[in-house]
T-cell receptor, first 113, second 116 residues
Framework: DSGVTQTPKHLITATGQRVTLRCSPRSGDLSVYWYQQSLDQGLQFLIQYYNGEERAKGNILERFSAQQFPDLHSELNLSSLELGDSALYFC????????????FGPGTRLTVL | AQTVTQSQPEMSVQEAETVTLSCTYDTSESNYYLFWYKQPPSRQMILVIRQEAYKQQNATENRFSVNFQKAAKSFSLKISDSQLGDTAMYFCAFIVSGGGADGLTFGKGTHLIIQP
C-alpha cells in the first residue's frame, strides 16, 4: 500500500459524458501527478499540481482538467468523453518538487462505451 | 524533451535465474533521477529502485540492482535469484531533478515472465 488513494476503482460511462476522478496523496506529500495508461499511448504524464497550484502540463487534452484543493486532494475531470479515453488513470504523489520519487495510487479504470 | 527506450518487449527466464532488463534514455540535462517501476497483474505501480544521476555508485535493493552508465545513457535492471512473484511489466522512468516541475517519462515497458 503506497498511501495514495484513488476513487472510484472502476468507472463505466458513455461517450459524451463527464466524469470526475479523485485522488488523496500520501500524508505530507504536497505534489500530485496524474498519468494515463493506455494500450496505444503507454504511460503518459498528464498534469502536476503542487500545494494547490498547477505546475506542469504534459499530454493533457483540452477536454481534461484538474485541480488540487486546500486539503491537498486532487480531482481530474474528463469531459465530452470519447471511446479513446478508455484507460487506467493513475494519481501519484511526492514530497516536494524535484524530489523525484513518486508513489502511485491503485488507479481508476475508465471504460467509455 | 526526454525519451526513454526499452528495447525488450518481453523476456522469459526460469525461476532462480538472473535476468537483466535494458533501458536507454536521451536527455540534455545533467541532473536527473532514473527509476524502475514494477506493474504486476494487479496493475499497481510499485517503485523497485531509484538512481540519482550525480551518484556514481549503482543502486541496489536486495535482489535488484542497476548498472548505470551515464555517458552511454544506459540504465539496466538486474534481478538476481528471480522468483515467480517477479512476473510483471517493468517500466524504466526518468525525471529531471533540481526543483523543477515535471512528470515522469516512461519507456514502453518490458513484460517479464518467470517460469517455474
Amino acid at each position: 500500500d503506497s498511501g495514495v488513494t484513488q476513487t472510484p476503482k472502476h468507472l463505466i460511462t458513455a461517450t459524451g459524458q463527464r466524469v470526475t476522478l479523485r485522488c488523496s496523496p500520501r500524508s505530507g506529500d504536497l505534489s500530485v501527478y496524474w498519468y494515463q495508461q493506455s494500450l496505444d499511448q503507454g504511460l503518459q504524464f498528464l498534469i502536476q499540481y503542487y500545494n494547490g497550484e498547477e505546475r506542469a502540463k504534459g499530454n493533457i487534452l483540452e477536454r481534461f482538467s484538474a485541480q488540487q484543493f486546500p486539503d491537498l486532494h486532487s480531482e481530474l475531470n474528463l469531459s465530452s468523453l470519447e471511446l479513446g479515453d478508455s484507460a487506467l488513470y493513475f494519481c501519484a504523489s511526492s514530497v516536494n518538487l524535484g524530489w523525484g520519487e513518486q508513489f502511485f495510487g491503485p488507479g481508476t479504470r475508465l471504460t467509455v462505451l | 524533451a526526454q525519451t526513454v527506450t526499452q528495447s525488450q518487449p518481453e523476456m522469459s527466464v526460469q525461476e532462480a535465474e538472473t535476468v537483466t532488463l535494458s533501458c536507454t534514455y536521451d536527455t540534455s540535462e545533467s541532473n536527473y533521477y532514473l527509476f524502475w517501476y514494477k506493474q504486476p497483474p494487479s496493475r499497481q505501480m510499485i517503485l523497485v529502485i531509484r538512481q540519482e544521476a550525480y551518484k556514481q555508485q549503482n543502486a541496489t535493493e536486495n535482489r535488484f540492482s542497476v548498472n548505470f552508465q551515464k555517458a552511454a545513457k544506459s540504465f539496466s535492471l538486474k534481478i538476481s535469484d528471480s522468483q515467480l512473484g517477479d512476473t510483471a511489466m517493468y517500466f524504466c522512468a526518468f525525471i529531471v531533478s533540481g526543483g523543477g516541475a515535471d512528470g515522469l517519462t516512461f519507456g514502453k515497458g518490458t513484460h517479464l515472465i518467470i517460469q517455474p
